[in-house]
């Protein structure tokens, strides 16, 4: 079971810098597009960012969905899944943004980015919290 966490954490640290980095991307990939209008260097970057993320991330949920059951279920596991389920969310929205982006379309404001993008800080630091203290 040792080896199915590390893979776990090492998934998990992809998929999280998907989850940092992608959105703060997005913010330097509008103002290229505002200087340059065309697809340059960051929104290569930042989607293959995204692109290389989602499948650490599928991986991260699968390894950790195996240590839900090594762990009997917990009450603190569920929280775990369920603020994990509302990141996926938050990076599936991420990568409507993305897409949206590579069309050369960037609604949202460099605030609301920035906003969006700490929002993930707080979800993950509640994880941490659950997994290192397992409060219940």
Not at 3 to 19: D, Q, R
Request: proline share 2%; net charge positive.
């Amino acid at each position: 079971m040792d080896w199915i966490k590390v893979i776990h954490l090492l998934c998990v640290m992809g998929w999280m810098a998907g989850i940092f980095v992608a959105p703060r991307g997005l913010i330097y990939w509008k103002r290229e597009y505002a200087t340059t209008g065309q697809f340059g260097p960051a929104g290569d970057l930042t989607f293959r960012v995204y692109r290389f993320s989602l499948g650490l991330g599928v991986l991260a949920v699968a390894t950790g969905v195996i240590l839900a059951f090594h762990w009997n279920w917990q009450g603190w596991v569920w929280a775990k899944l369920a603020l994990v389920a509302l990141l996926a969310i938050h990076y599936g929205w991420t990568g409507r943004l993305v897409a949206r982006a590579k069309q050369g379309r960037f609604e949202e404001s460099e605030f609301y980015l920035r906003v969006f993008n700490e929002v993930s800080v707080l979800g993950t630091l509640v994880v941490l919290y659950l997994v290192v203290f397992k409060p219940f």
